[in-house]
């Protein structure tokens, strides 16, 4: 089947610091043919590929790691 629309912006997004990290949480996109993913980015550059309504910590900008909520 073909997909017709873009699904929906992720919404109610946070974004905190915490111990010099970045934490990042989110409610997850929504689209009639499901979400597969979420991509993270930094200054135009991908970090990271995430499964939906997850947190993802961005340590000092450089690396990550994501914790599923």
Do not use: C
């Amino acid at each position: 089947m073909e997909d017709l629309f873009a699904p929906t912006a992720p919404v109610s997004v946070t974004a905190a610091s915490r111990q010099k990290k970045l934490v990042l949480s989110w409610n997850p996109s929504t689209d009639y043919n499901g979400v597969k993913e979420h991509q993270v980015f930094v200054n135009d550059e991908l970090v990271m590929t995430t499964g939906d309504n997850e947190q993802v910590i961005l340590n000092d900008m450089k690396g990550y790691e994501h914790i599923p909520s």
